[in-house]
């Protein structure tokens, strides 16, 4: 369906899990992405996200324009927008991205940008590192490094965010597993204690998607802000 589709869709993916740290936090979410081709090295991928906080429900659209001119490269521009229901809150991230291929099951990415958030009250700039490698055909693992800097008459914080996630699928089939931990730290005048995260969660790859070749492998979603409200801090 995907490799005839006339509107270029070559892949997508379904995502959902929840999180819980060790105060008892929880987090639930459901996320997908598609990957259109615009030319034979110019493509769209968007983001569609909601997820259950305990701060109350945050809905998040990405979109994400790209070239791949050689094999094992992509790079690109990115704009996310993002809503806490139930209270006027929405922030914005925009920012340029890029995946490399380090060999055939090594890929790394990484991103830089800038944001505001609650009305242009808060800006901040972010960036973010991550290495995925996979094991065999059906197991990957990838780790990743997020920091934001918040720095504002009212707020002054840097939030710092290490995650390492461990993807299962079997080999062939549509569907797979994931399980994370996610440790999120935030420093300075305003900061607060650290707090760990561990996930769960079933995904479900169409098409010409998954995987650590740049090609198929859609980008990480960036939400440098989120933490600061799935933690109650904003």
């Known amino acids: 369906m995907f490799a005839q589709s006339s509107l270029g869709i070559t892949g997508a993916t379904l995502e959902a899990g929840s999180t819980e740290d060790e105060n008892g936090r929880q987090n639930a979410g459901f996320a997908s992405s598609v990957d259109v081709r615009i030319t034979e090295v110019h493509g769209l991928q968007g983001d569609l996200g909601f997820y259950e906080t305990a701060t109350g429900t945050i809905g998040q659209l990405t979109g994400h324009l790209y070239m791949a001119p050689r094999p094992g490269q992509k790079y690109g521009l990115f704009l996310s927008l993002s809503d806490a229901d139930g209270r006027s809150m929405a922030w914005v991230s925009a920012g340029a991205e890029g995946m490399l291929s380090l060999g055939e099951t090594t890929t790394v990415e990484g991103r830089l940008g800038l944001g505001a958030a609650d009305g242009n009250s808060m800006d901040y700039i972010f960036g973010g590192l991550s290495l995925v ?27 710092v965010e290490t995650a390492l996630t461990m993807r299962y699928s079997p080999e062939g089939a549509p569907w797979g597993l994931y399980a994370s931990a996610t440790h999120s730290d935030l420093v300075g005048r305003d900061g607060a204690p650290a707090a760990t995260r561990i996930g769960l969660g079933i995904t479900f ?26 933690r109650g801090l904003w």
């Open 133 to 159: 490698h996979s094991l065999t055909p059906s197991l990957e693992i990838e780790a990743a490094l997020d920091v934001a800097d918040f720095d504002e008459a009212g707020f002054r914080a840097t939030s």
């Open 205 to 230: 790859n169409f098409g010409a998607s998954g995987g650590t070749d740049p090609s198929t492998r859609m980008f990480r979603k960036a939400d440098p802000f989120g933490p600061l409200v799935r």
